[in-house]
T-cell receptor, first 117, second 108 residues
Framework: GAGVSQTPSNKVTEKGKYVELRCDPI?????LYWYRQSLGQGPEFLIY????????DSGLPNDRFFAVRPEGSVSTLKIQRTERGDSAVYLC???????????????FGEGSRLTVL | DAKTTQPNSMESNEEEPVHLPCNHS???????IHWYRQLPSQGPEYVIH???SNVNNRMASLAIAEDRKSSTLILHRATLRDAAVYYC?????????FGAGTILRVKS
């Protein structure tokens, strides 16, 4: 497809379980971002990748959260020992850097809604 | 990250212009002003951005104050499909930092 694709669209899990959320960015976009959004709030930055490496992971809330992008395309956000407070919509976005500079234009997917019971 | 201030919500009538304000008094000289919007159950989408001069595109216009401490997003004729949360963001570095935004309600 032409846009950013996220799977699953909805995930219900139990407290303490492990969860993986997948993001397939727009082809050719070197930068990939993860955000999470709680009800009634703006998206909160988690991490972004430039190619395969995490360029800024300052938004990851704790060491239960981890993300990878092994081949510089698809990324997986991994959450260990899920807690009820992790319930949110997890948004992925990608961007094309122009001459090595961030253009400011992110293309977002529709998100993965995570519910931890 | 530089902070922006927006009204929590605004209401508009369909087919009328809408002016969405944003204050960014701590803006620095190299900060770009970006606007995104988020329709219900969707991810945010880019609307427009500018540095110093006013900007127009097919979606909206951006008016930037001469001192750059405030800006206004202008939707020339609001439609029901423009009902969304509108975010005003200053880009510094390589990420967007979202605030709470303005909820725009459009009445038919």
């Amino acid at each position: 497809g032409a846009g950013v694709s996220q799977t699953p669209s909805n995930k219900v899990t139990e407290k303490g379980k492990y969860v993986e959320l997948r993001c397939d960015p727009i082809s050719g976009h070197t930068a990939l971002y993860w955000y999470r959004q709680s009800l009634g709030q703006g998206p909160e930055f988690l991490i972004y990748f430039q190619g395969t490496g995490a360029a800024d992971d300052s938004g990851l809330p704790n060491d239960r959260f981890f993300a990878v992008r092994p081949e510089g395309s698809v990324s997986t956000l991994k959450i260990q020992r899920t807690e009820r407070g992790d319930s949110a919509v997890y948004l992925c976005a990608s961007s094309l850097y122009l001459a090595g500079r961030f253009s400011g234009e992110l293309f977002f997917g529709e998100g993965s809604r995570l519910t931890v019971l | 990250d530089a902070k922006t201030t927006q009204p929590n919500s605004m209401e508009s009538n369909e087919e009328e212009p809408v002016h969405l304000p944003c204050n960014h008094s701590t803006i620095s000289g190299t900060d770009y002003i970006h606007w995104y919007r988020q329709l219900p159950s969707q991810g945010p989408e880019y609307v427009i951005h500018g540095l110093t001069s006013n900007v127009n595109n097919r979606m909206a216009s951006l008016a930037i104050a001469e001192d750059r401490k405030s800006s206004t997003l202008i939707l020339h004729r609001a439609t029901l499909r423009d009902a969304a949360v509108y975010y005003c963001i200053l880009i510094r570095g390589n990420k967007l930092v979202f605030g709470a935004g303005t909820i725009l309600r459009v009445k038919s």
